[in-house]
């Protein structure tokens, strides 16, 4: 009896350790999972560029926007300045006047 059960326990001992994966399946897994990793870095690497991307486009869009705001500045300052120089061509009547008051004397 006793071989028996030794009989028995050998074969269920073998029978355990034969039910689990080969050498084979545990490198195929193993591959699995390197290439999983592999793929998730290369999403991320892949979202980070995005990311510096769209930031890198957001800042020149930024900066465009003040170079036409200093733009519109120095515009506005140089049409100011040529306001102020200028002067404003006189109508006919005001020649009228001018000419008449020139003929009189500035009396009336």
Do not use: H, N, W
């Not at 957001?58 to 200028?86: C, L, N, R, Y």
């Amino acid at each position: 009896m006793k071989k028996t059960v030794m009989l028995l326990a050998t074969a269920v001992t073998i029978a355990f350790y034969a039910c689990g994966p080969s050498a084979e399946e545990q490198a195929k897994r193993a591959q699995e999972v390197k290439d999983s990793i592999a793929k998730v870095e290369a999403d991320a690497a892949a979202a980070a560029a995005a990311a510096a991307a769209e930031a890198e486009k957001a800042a020149a869009e930024a900066a465009a926007v003040e170079k036409a705001k200093q733009d519109s500045i120095a515009a506005a300052e140089e049409a100011a300045k040529s306001k102020k120089g200028a002067v404003k061509p006189k109508t006919q009547e005001q020649k009228v006047k001018e000419e008449a008051k020139k003929a009189s004397g500035g009396r009336g």
